[in-house]
């Protein structure tokens, strides 16, 4: 589902990812997790076409990101097919950024409308679904000023979800939440975790990152330090610089 290949990132003369390996199958959940700056951000934004890159390749759902193949050789994607192909990924960021002035239902609805080219009254009986999957049924009809900081969360996972997409992208969805409605967010992303869907989650939430994920890359200054399962990287890291930063987030 997810394959990055030698990635490498720089902004100038900053380079931000250096030969990033990764492979990610479908169902599985991957947590990046690292000090700030060090490049978490920046490798889902690459994932998502968000950003380019100088170096490697990176694969989503069996598609070159950023490419299309014709016979034997690959060509750039122009910017329309690049915005198709990033609807292979739903993205959740930290601050919640919904659409102002439309209400929950026509948040979750906007984009199988105007991009997927669904039905309204399909999208709607859709949208309906997933605001109950989040526990937001009676919220529809509210505008994001209306709901708490968990609750507008929880709606952008749904929009997100309503692109049906193959692999779901979250950066640290819950850091920007009062600690109170951080746990109804959770919950929601470990509910998705269960199903089967296939993710890929920054987040400083080490003991959620231990208790949903199949594979833990700790990442810092650009490179991926440590990776493995979530009982060795979390639990008995090997590396010194694993180890003092899951000390100082306990
Ligand atoms: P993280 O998400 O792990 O905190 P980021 O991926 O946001 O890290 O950032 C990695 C590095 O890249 C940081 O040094 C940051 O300052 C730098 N950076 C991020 N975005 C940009 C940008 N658009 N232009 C220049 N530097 C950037
Ligand atoms: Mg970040």
Redesign the pocket.
């Given at each position: 589902m997810l394959l990055a290949e030698h990635v490498s990132k720089s902004?100038?003369a900053?380079t931000?990812l250096r030969d990033i390996n990764l492979r990610l199958e479908r169902s599985q959940v991957l947590s990046l997790v690292?000090?700030?700056?060090?490049?978490?951000?920046?490798?889902l934004?690459c994932i998502n076409s968000l950003e380019t890159i100088e170096g490697g390749m990176i694969w989503v759902n069996g598609s070159l990101v950023g490419y299309k193949q014709v016979g034997d050789s690959y060509h750039e994607l122009t910017e329309r097919e690049l915005a198709t192909q990033r609807a292979t990924c739903g993205m959740v960021f930290q601050s919640y950024n919904l659409f102002p002035h439309m209400t929950a239902l026509e948040n979750i609805i906007e984009a199988p409308v105007h991009v997927r080219k669904v039905p309204r009254k399909q999208a709607i009986e859709e949208a309906r679904g997933l605001l109950a999957a989040v526990g937001l049924s009676a919220k529809a009809d509210f505008y994001p000023r209306q709901l708490s900081g968990g609750q507008q969360q929880r709606v952008a996972i749904a929009r997100a979800l309503a692109m049906k997409p193959e692999l779901m992208l979250f950066?640290?969805p819950t850091s920007a939440l009062d600690p109170q409605l951080v746990g109804e967010v959770l919950d929601v992303m470990r509910k998705l975790a269960d199903a089967g869907t296939t993710m890929v989650v920054?987040t400083h939430e080490l003991e959620f990152a231990r208790e949903i994920s199949d594979f833990v890359a700790f990442?810092d200054g650009?490179v991926i330090v440590e990776y493995g399962a979530p009982s060795q990287v979390l639990v008995d890291p090997l590396d010194g610089r694993t180890r003092a930063f899951i000390t100082r987030q306990k």
């Open positions: 902004y100038g900053l931000v690292g000090p700030s700056g060090s490049g978490k951000s920046t490798f934004r950066d640290e920054v990442m650009g």
